[in-house]
């Protein structure tokens, strides 16, 4: 990983700890949706896995992230619609 760009539309979001947000972006760097593990993620930010499935599990329920089927496949909802 070269980097994180982090939208803005995920930073102006003061509903989300900073925790959420950078996982967010992370999830939002894959265009065509992440398809991957927690431990991928929480490996990548330097993150608990713990914390990083407690992050997920929220930005599910606070409908920031949507899943396609019944997979671990996730899509963030930032590409989609800028006003989440």
Known sequence: MNGLWIHSDILERED???AERM???FIASFPEGY????????ESLHMNKRTVERVVSSLYRSNSLERRGNSRFCV????KNASI
């Open 23 to 25: 996982v967010l972006a």
């Open 35 to 42: 398809f991957g593990s927690d431990g991928y993620i929480a």
């Open 16 to 18: 989300l700890s900073h």
């Open 76 to 79: 963030s909802k930032v590409r």
